[in-house]
C-alpha cells in the first residue's frame, strides 16, 4: 500500500465468480468506514473577470551540478527553484491568483548530464497545503506513482480529510539522468493530449467533433456529439471546469467511451438519446497549469448563473440553441470533478425533472452491482441562484443533474470500473423510463 491507496491491476476477467470477488475487494479496500462529508454550501461569488498571474516559462539551470528543471509545456506549473545545497533543491509553486482553494498543481521536467539522485522540496505560498501525490513519468503520457519510501511529508495533519489532513510540504528523492523525468501532481491531461483522445473517438461514424466557443484566451472550446444528429432526447456531459482534477476526467473517459461502444446496449441507447460532451471546459486553466480558475481568474462553476465568462457562456448558448432548434429535452446532465474522496452531489429527489427519480434509481442500481459499495451521495434543494453547473442543467432544461466528484487518490481501475458500470446502468435505466415518458 502505498500514500493509503490500493492500486489494481486489470484484467480481462470471463468468470463471473471472480468478477464478484474482484469488485468486493475493490469495495473492501476503499471501505465505507469513515465517508468524507462533502464541501460546505457553495457561496455565491462575484465572475466578473479579473487578473491571473503568468508564470515565467524557461528552463532553471544549475551548471554546477548538471541540472536542469524545466516549465516550458502545456499543463506546466513551476514557479520558482533554488539550491540548497549539493544534493537539494527547493521548488515554489503558487497559484494564478488569490483567494483559491486547497489545489496546489505543480508539473515540471528535470534532466541531468549524468545520472544521480537528488532530493526536491515543494513549498507553497502562505496558508498553502501540498494536496496530490506526486505522478512520474518518461514521456508525458505514461505515469507512476512516487515510491512510498522516497516521499517524506513535513507537518502533516491528522485528518482523513480536508486541509488539515495535508503536509505544510514534501520531500521528493528523484532518480535523474539525461533522460527527462516529468513530476506532476496528477497525470498530465493537457488540452493536446485531451484533444487527441477526441479525435481518436472521431473515427466512428456517429461521432463528430465541432468548437461551440473560444476560452478567454481564444483556445477552442471543443465538443463532440454521441449519436444522431437531429437529436431530441440528450444528455450533456462535462469536466475539467477546474483544471487539477484529473481523476474526474478519467472518469468520464471511461463513462463516454461506454457511451460510445460498440455494444448492443450502448447501439440501442444511440438510436434514442444523443450525447453532448465538452471534456475540457477550462483549456486555458489547464495548459496554463492553474489551480483552480479560468485565464479571466474565475471559478468556472461559480458561473452558471451570470455567464460572464466565455466558456460558460457558450455551453449555455448551445444547449438552449439546441433545444430550440431541434424542440428536444435534455434528460440527464453530469459535470464530472475532483476531491478529497468520491462523492455525488445531486438534487435533491423530491424536485422533478424531466425524468423522476432518474438519478436516485441510478445510484441505487450502482450500489447493487458493486458489492460492499455504499455511494457517498449528498442532495440539494438550493439550486438558485444556479451557481454551479449541476443547478443550470436543472433548473434551466429539467435535466436530471449532478456533479460527480471522484477521489484524489481513487485507484484509476477502480474509478474506471465504476464509470463503466454506471454508463451502462445509466443508459439500461432511460432507456425504460423514455417509454414511460413518450
Known amino acids: 500500500m502505498k500514500n493509503k491507496t490500493i492500486y489494481f491491476s486489470m484484467y480481462s476477467i470471463k468468470n463471473q465468480g471472480l468478477l464478484f470477488v474482484f469488485l468486493f475487494t475493490i469495495a473492501i479496500s476503499f471501505g465505507q468506514k469513515e465517508k468524507f462529508k462533502g464541501q460546505p454550501p457553495i457561496k455565491i461569488v462575484p465572475t466578473t473577470s479579473k487578473p491571473v498571474q503568468k508564470q515565467w516559462k524557461g528552463d532553471y539551470n544549475f551548471p554546477d551540478h548538471g541540472i536542469t528543471f524545466s516549465n516550458t509545456f502545456d499543463g506546466a506549473r513551476l514557479n520558482g527553484i533554488i539550491q540548497n545545497n549539493d544534493s537539494t533543491y527547493t521548488a515554489l509553486i503558487t497559484s494564478e491568483n488569490t483567494p483559491v482553494n486547497m489545489s496546489p498543481w505543480y508539473a515540471f521536467k528535470v534532466w541531468g548530464n549524468s545520472k544521480q539522485t537528488i532530493n526536491l522540496v515543494l513549498t507553497y505560498q502562505e496558508s498553502i497545503k501540498h ?17 512510498s519510501l522516497r516521499y517524506e511529508a513535513i507537518d502533516k495533519g491528522d485528518e482523513t480529510f480536508g486541509s488539515r489532513a495535508l503536509p505544510k510540504s514534501v520531500k521528493l528523492q528523484l532518480d535523474i539522468s539525461p533522460d527527462t523525468l516529468w513530476v506532476a501532481g496528477q497525470e498530465l491531461q493537457n488540452s493536446h493530449l485531451v484533444n487527441s483522445w477526441m479525435d481518436s473517438l472521431t473515427q466512428r461514424s456517429y461521432i463528430t467533433k465541432n468548437t461551440i466557443g473560444s476560452s478567454t484566451e481564444g483556445r477552442p472550446l471543443n465538443m463532440i456529439r454521441v449519436g444522431k444528429k437531429t437529436p431530441k432526447n440528450m ?68 458561473d452558471w448563473a451570470n455567464f460572464n465568462q466565455p466558456e460558460t457562456r457558450a455551453v449555455k448558448d448551445f444547449m438552449e440553441g439546441v ?98 458500470m454506471g454508463a451502462n446502468a445509466l443508459m439500461k435505466l432511460m432507456l425504460e423510463n423514455i417509454k414511460t415518458i413518450n
Open 235 to 302: 444528455i450533456m456531459i462535462i469536466s475539467r471546469q477546474h483544471p487539477p482534477e484529473v481523476t474526474g476526467y478519467l472518469a468520464m473517459k471511461a463513462f463516454v467511451e461506454t457511451l460510445s461502444s460498440d455494444s448492443k446496449l450502448a447501439k440501442k441507447f444511440r438510436k434514442t438519446f444523443t450525447t453532448f460532451v465538452v471534456p475540457l471546459m477550462n483549456p486555458d486553466g489547464v495548459d496554463g497549469g492553474f489551480w483552480r480558475h479560468n485565464a479571466g481568474g474565475i471559478d468556472l462553476n461559480r
Open 323 to 420: 433545444v430550440a432548434k431541434h424542440q428536444g429535452k435534455f434528460y440527464f446532465g453530469i459535470d464530472f470533478h475532483s476531491t478529497w474522496d468520491d462523492i455525488y452531489y445531486t438534487v435533491d429527489p423530491k424536485l422533478k425533472g424531466n425524468m423522476p427519480n432518474l438519478v436516485t434509481d441510478w445510484l441505487e442500481q450502482l450500489k447493487e452491482k458493486i458489492p460492499g459499495y455504499d455511494p457517498n451521495i449528498s442532495p440539494n434543494d438550493n439550486l438558485i441562484p444556479t451557481a454551479v453547473s449541476r443547478n443550470y442543467f436543472f433548473v434551466k432544461h429539467g435535466a436530471e443533474a449532478l456533479v460527480f466528484e471522484v477521489g484524489d487518490n481513487t485507484s484509476r481501475d477502480f474509478l474506471k470500473t465504476k464509470a463503466i
Open 131 to 147: 494536496r496530490y501525490y506526486p505522478k512520474l513519468s518518461y514521456d508525458g503520457k505514461h505515469w507512476t506513482t512516487l515510491d
